[in-house]
């Protein structure tokens, strides 16, 4: 199985329980097809930044699964017909496991600041010779 996101815009003259239910129609036929769903984002309202069929409004939908390769055209079949689905994107992803996932160290700093006193001595060393 391969890990998966999909993303895609739903026409925004539904509700959003409507909305919900296209998802779940989604994720229901991505288990049938023995696919398991890893996380999923609720729908969320957005402004598009150019008209989709006589629309500047969609709901956003993400959610990522895991799936054989080999059911991808039965899931892209499905998705093509809801006639409310605007568009979608489906890309292959690689999991990220947490031990994998950089961590953020502090570094402490173990120089102390140098003196004024040091400095002119330092100075008067290089410029004397």
Known sequence: MRFYE???LVSS???EPEVKDIQQKLNSFIQDKGGILDSSNPPEKINLSYQIKKGNQAFLVSQNFY???EEMNNLENKIKTESN???FLIF???KIKEEE???RRLVKKTEKKAELKDIEQKLEEILGQ
């Open 13 to 15: 003259s539904l509700s």
């Open 85 to 87: 689905i605007l568009r």
């Open 6 to 8: 999909l993303t895609y």
């Open 92 to 94: 292959s992803k690689k």
């Open 67 to 69: 799936l054989k390769p």
């Open 101 to 103: 996932i950089p961590k």
